[in-house]
């Protein structure tokens, strides 16, 4: 049934067919093993979790010698969770909040993990959202080591800020999953890439799967 669903998406929405033929190929080179590869980490690094949900890539980062992990979710929830979760880490730090262009509220979809202040889904719950300016100006994090990035649709707001602010050259390696809702998103994946390019190389992609930057020495 999935599969036929999945079939009937592209029959009638032909440009979803790049995220289509993406997670095939990611399924055939084996992707995951690319994007959880993280043993450069060290007790000084210092990663950013955007979309921390309930803490499963947060888990993974702290299972390795990582001296600090942020995790950032808006969802009322989640972040409630990951608070509880986290409280007696001290390599963890729970942000209820999500960083973007500007302070504000989100409206959120209660939908598990493909919770989203972009996707068309019913909208029931109020999330922070705090600009990349103000949280940059109240912590001093001079280098970020790793950054995923997975919020549903919020990296098209949270990657711009990031380089308006000048912080995108602070970070050595960066993961992002891009969100593919309509087909005027693509062209603002190529404007981010395009800014991305500036300061990092490409290493590999998978178009609206996942794909992975590094800074440029």
């Known amino acids: 049934m999935a599969s036929l669903k999945k079939w009937l998406d592209q029959r009638r929405n032909p440009w979803k ?23 450069t980490l060290t007790a000084d690094s210092v990663a950013f979790d955007f979309g921390g949900f309930k803490g499963e890539w947060a888990d993974r980062i702290l ?21 509880q979760k986290y409280a007696d880490q ?14 504000g509220t989100l409206n959120l979809s ?12 019913d909208r029931s719950l109020s ?10 100006a109240e912590n001093d994090v001079p280098r970020i080591d790793l950054v995923k990035i997975n919020i549903e649709g919020g990296e098209y707001d949270l990657l711009p800020a990031l380089a308006e602010a000048g912080i995108l050259p602070r970070i050595q390696r960066l993961q992002v999953q891009f969100h593919l ?24 992609e998978y178009p609206f799967v996942w794909e992975e930057w590094h800074r440029k020495s």
Not at 110 to 121: E, F, N, R, Y
């Open 17 to 39: 067919s790049v995220f289509y033929d993406a997670i095939k190929r990611w399924r055939r080179e084996n992707g995951p093993k690319r994007l959880y590869s993280y043993d």
């Open 63 to 83: 299972a390795t010698r990582c001296g600090m992990c942020h995790i950032f979710e808006p969802h009322p929830r989640f972040a409630g969770e990951l608070d």
């Open 90 to 103: 001290p390599r963890a730090q729970s942000h209820a909040f999500a960083l973007g262009s500007s302070d």
């Open 110 to 121: 209660d939908s598990g993990d493909s919770s989203s202040a972009v996707a068309a889904h």
């Open 127 to 136: 999330g922070e959202i705090r600009s990349v300016k103000r949280f940059f």
């Open 181 to 204: 809702f309509s087909p005027e998103l693509m062209a603002e994946r190529d404007a981010i890439r395009a800014t991305l390019a500036k300061t990092h190389t490409c290493v590999w």
